[in-house]
């Protein structure tokens, strides 16, 4: 599945959380949005790796955290991007897949 398949369904999904808690989804509060999952996504990773409180959890509950939180974060990357009008694909392709010609699929240079 490509990106922007992704992006159409996880932007489906958020539209239901937007009319079912009355939130007017602008580009801002999605970026907002965004920050907060981030936020959440450096909680998660410093409880995972021991670098913060365990909160509780268990070894499993702390990687199951870590990725649900990862997950929300590019879920709602996805979701600004569709929100703005960035061709994810397009971008992902024209940013970084470029550099396969210049050092290989594998990262090493020709």
């Known amino acids: 599945m490509e990106l922007s398949e992704y992006a159409d369904r996880i932007d489906h999904i958020s539209a239901g959380y937007s ?3 009355d939130v007017d989804r602008t580009p801002e509060w999605v970026l907002l949005k965004l920050t907060e ?3 959440e996504l ?3 990773w410093l409880t995972a790796s021991g670098q913060g409180r365990d909160r509780g959890l268990d070894d499993q509950q702390k990687e199951q955290a ?3 939180e990862w997950a929300d ?3 709602m990357l996805l979701v600004f991007a569709r929100r703005t009008g960035i061709d994810v694909d397009r971008a992902i392709a024209d940013k970084w897949l ?3 010609s210049v050092h290989g699929a594998a990262g090493q240079a020709r």
Do not use: D
């Open 73 to 75: 974060a590019i879920g």
């Open 66 to 68: 870590l990725a649900a």
């Open 19 to 21: 009319r079912a808690y």
């Open 98 to 100: 470029h550099w396969e």
């Open 42 to 44: 450096a909680q998660a």
């Open 37 to 39: 999952e981030v936020g």
